[in-house]
């Protein structure tokens, strides 16, 4: 297949909360290593190289502008970047923080104690609101803090090239550093695109049991995944994401639906193609949806109740 006429979108969906845990959760490698080369990874020296991104975007607490006290503070000093930060040191056991995005749709989050979070700002330029919650009783919370902020972004894409919560690294994590290995064995983004879609479907297989039991408010840890080479959808997702922005590719973390399971899936943002809104692989004739979660070393039928069948995927959150 000419790989110039490959189309990539990736359809990975995730979701944090016990809500997505009940479509995705439920359902001898080394870090690093393939078990095989896909044909793009053999290049010819005559073959142009991709400009490798050396230092990956990261996200700073700068403290410029903070709301709230030493208990709850909401770190905006980088809005514009495409991102808030939010840490919580009081003595609530389960706290939320719920972002309404411009438009209306609020995003909720489980809050880590005594440290700084990332959040993306997915709604694009406006007016945000946030609040921290903390919990009362049964399922109830009660509202601690709340803060409006005015975002004005300074590049739409800058949402979708920082790590968040969801898709978290730094610039020692494996991941990242195998992505830089991955860009000089490739063309351009479109190669190294191909490049990591094949590393992870032929190196992470499903986690079953693990989707099985997996506890509210799990968050992936990428560089396990490599490491055990196992996982549920959020962890492909979120690795796949973390590879591909730590490259300065934009790259959306969607969460929906599958049919009628709730999955997991990413969107990846081509200077050929825009935004392509599923893994899309064209073979000169036809076009197919490849899912990574599906196209990896799964039987589909497996896994079909834990991501859905592949079809009709409806889009409700992206991070």
């Known amino acids: 297949m000419n790989r110039k006429i490959f189309f990539w979108y990736m359809l990975f969906f995730i979701f944090g909360a016990a809500f997505f845990l009940t479509g995705c959760g439920k359902d001898s490698r080394e870090s690093g290593q393939s078990r095989s080369s896909s044909g793009s990874n053999q290049k010819s020296e005559l073959e142009a190289v991709r400009q490798t991104v ?144 094949h590393y992870i479907i032929e190196n992470v297989t499903y986690d079953k049991e693990k989707a099985e039991n997996v506890q509210p ?23 796949m994401t973390a590879m591909l922005r730590s490259q300065g590719i934009p790259t959306r973390l969607e969460i929906g639906y599958s049919g009628e399971a ?21 073979d000169g004739t036809n076009w197919t949806l490849m899912d990574p979660t599906l196209g990896a070393s799964n039987n589909k039928k497996s896994v079909e109740k834990y991501i859905g069948d592949g079809s009709n995927y409806v889009v409700k959150y992206s991070y």
């Open 54 to 197: 050396e230092q990956s975007l990261l996200p700073q607490a700068s403290g410029a502008v903070v709301y709230g006290s030493d208990t709850i503070s909401i770190d905006a000093s980088n809005t514009s970047e495409g991102y808030v930060m939010v840490r919580y040191a009081g003595a609530s056991e389960q706290v939320r923080l719920r972002i309404t995005i411009p438009g209306g749709t609020f995003y909720t989050y489980a809050l880590a104690i005594g440290q700084y979070e990332t959040f993306p700002l997915t709604g694009g330029s406006g007016s945000y609101h946030m609040e921290v919650l903390e919990h009362a009783y049964d399922d109830m919370y009660a509202l601690a803090f709340s803060q409006d902020i005015e975002v004005a972004l300074n590049d739409e894409f800058k949402p979708f090239l920082y790590p968040n919560q969801y898709a978290w690294y730094t610039q020692e994590s494996q991941a990242v550093q195998y992505g830089i290995q991955l860009s000089e064995k490739s063309s351009d983004d479109l190669s190294y695109v191909e490049n990591v879609y």
């Open 217 to 239: 408010n799990y968050l992936p840890n990428i560089d396990e995944t490599m490491s055990t080479g196992k996982g549920i959808c959020f962890d492909y997702a979120s690795l």
């Open 262 to 282: 709730y999955h997991a899936w990413i969107s990846v943002y081509l200077k050929e193609a825009g935004w392509v809104d599923n893994i899309i692989e064209f």
